[in-house]
């Protein structure tokens, strides 16, 4: 993105005339310049992602301070890089060299929890799982979960269509989201969607801004839709000699019409790691473990007809949990995955590829190849339900070898997903990391279109320059 051409005239825009600038319609507090400081907002969790040193970064608490930041960015022709926790794993909250980052995360209350209309409307700033629990109280639900749900904001789920382990049943971020209050490049403030049940007014620009990675605009508020809350989910734990014969599970329930509440995979390598980080005491004999859960009125019958299919497809185990302690500790160690397996070398590169649930057996299959072509640890979970698979290529950043080696593998993986009729990402978008792939997915009439998009919301090029394209 080379469309930001300073406005300076006289050559002089300075971080000091930028902060200056941003202080006029901001309190002090909410302005950070201290270069010690400021760095530490460089990087999401992707930290291997090539990242500029942010300019300012700002914490703005109300629409008007957002719009003030935005006017002032458009005025001087500064990037903006919207962030939220910075748990995203593919780059796209990296800070672009002498931007402003406008992090979300002190506009984070709850407006309203209206169980009639079954909406909440928040800020961008909430954490998913304190949405979570407190519409809970009203005895509704937000399913979209993901593992980083204890920290990742509402507006960082929007702005990378987050998926989680629920979404077998329930689907993901883009389908809670009824409408959306969105600051402009230039600081108009736009609003999309409804509140309503229903409503097919124009064009649904609210879908436009799921999984745009902050390249449109700045959501500052979030009418979000709420189920019923569901009984409280049991969990199965089944192991398998191969990965095959749990892929082959994971098609026989989905194909004899069960809708578990998730259907989660862990290979042996995750297995092993979780259990070093967190001594979680799982089988690590098992080459498979899938975790299955019902949160039916009736989940031990459930439970029992999809243990059956698990045992005929070859599972060697299958223990139901006792309870929901016991089943919230299963779960507890699938949400630890991609943490643990960052323990193995330091550093991992997590894939995201998504395949018709029909190819899981033969993606998992290619991974294993590629990991001993490329004499690599690459640890495996997925939501198996949806044809969700996290390879991920642990390596050591120290080591220029294994980098170019761990890169190479990564890369192959996405090649592998594409050819089976997948996407190079399920849920955590394309970032920085995956940016050269998105072409190869979508075509280059699919990148002219989606640039052209970029262009009218954002014709100066300043909102999170470098993501997507
Ligand atoms: C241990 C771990 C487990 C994870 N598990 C899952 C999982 O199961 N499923 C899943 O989908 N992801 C998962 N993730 C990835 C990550 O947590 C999600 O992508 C999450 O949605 C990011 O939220 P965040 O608040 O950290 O956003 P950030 O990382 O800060 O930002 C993400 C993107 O959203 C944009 N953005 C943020 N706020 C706004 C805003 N208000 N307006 C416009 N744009 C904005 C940013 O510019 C960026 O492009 C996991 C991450 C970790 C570390």
């Keep these: 993105m080379s469309r930001i051409e300073a406005p300076r005239d006289d050559d002089t825009m300075t971080v000091g005339s930028l ?6 319609g901001l309190p002090a507090e909410a302005v950070l ?49 919207p962030q939220g926790a910075r748990t995203g794993l593919s780059g796209a909250a990296n800070a672009s060299e002498g931007c402003v980052v406008l992090s979300l995360t002190k506009m984070d209350r709850i407006l309203e929890i209206n169980p009639v209309d079954r909406v909440a409307v928040v800020e961008p700033g909430v ?113 398998f000699a191969s990965a095959a014969d749990a892929c082959d599970a994971v098609c026989r329930i989905m194909a004899g019409g069960h809708v578990p509440s998730l259907l989660e995979l862990m290979d ?37 007809a999809l243990g059956a299919l698990c045992e005929e497809a070859g599972a060697t185990q299958v223990v139901p949990a006792e309870d929901a302690a016991e089943s919230e500790l299963l779960l507890q160690a699938r949400r630890l995955s991609l943490t643990a397996l960052e323990a193995v070398k330091g550093t991992t590169m997590i894939d995201d590829v998504c395949v018709p649930r029909s190819r899981l057996g033969e993606m998992l299959a290619g991974v294993e190849r590629i990991a001993a072509a490329y004499d690599l640890t690459i640890g495996l979970c997925a939501h198996a339900g949806d044809g969700n698979t996290h390879p991920t290529v642990c390596f050591d950043a120290l080591d220029p070898d294994e980098s170019r080696r761990a890169r190479e593998s990564f890369d192959e993986i996405m090649a592998l997903g594409l050819e089976l009729g997948g996407t190079i990402t399920g849920e955590h978008g394309v970032g920085v990391l995956k940016k050269e792939w998105l072409a190869r997915e979508i075509g280059p009439v699919g990148v002219e279109m989606q640039r052209a998009v970029k262009d009218v919301f954002d014709p100066l090029g300043i909102l999170n320059p470098g993501k997507l394209f």
């Design 127 to 239: 954490v998913n799982a304190t949405l979570s629990r407190a519409v809970g109280e009203h005895g509704l639900y937000y399913p979209p979960d993901p593992s980083s749900w204890e920290t990742c904001t509402i507006g960082g789920n929007i702005g990378t269509a987050s998926g989680g382990l629920c979404c077998v049943k329930y689907g993901v971020t883009a389908e809670y989201v009824l409408g959306l209050d969105v600051v402009l490049a230039d600081g108009r403030l736009m609003s999309t969607g409804r509140r309503t049940a229903k409503g097919v007014a124009g064009y649904d620009l609210t879908r436009l801004f799921v999984g745009s990675e902050g390249s449109l605009g700045i959501v500052v508020r979030a009418v979000l839709g709420l189920r019923p809350k569901p009984p409280a989910q049991l969990v199965l734990a089944a192991e």
């Design 33 to 81: 310049t201290d270069p010690e400081v400021t760095v530490s907002y460089a990087n999401d969790m992707a930290s291997f992602c090539p990242a500029g040193t942010p300019a300012v970064v700002v914490l703005p608490r109300t629409v008007e301070q957002v719009q003030h930041v935005m006017r002032t960015a458009t005025e001087l022709r500064v990037p903006v890089v």
């Design 19 to 24: 902060t200056d600038r941003l202080l006029a």
């Design 268 to 304: 042996r390598t995750t297995v092993k790691a979780v259990n070093d980080f967190a001594r979680m005491g799982l089988p690590e004999t098992t080459e498979a473990l899938l975790l299955a859960a019902f949160d039916t009125p009736d989940p031990a019958a459930d439970l029992a």
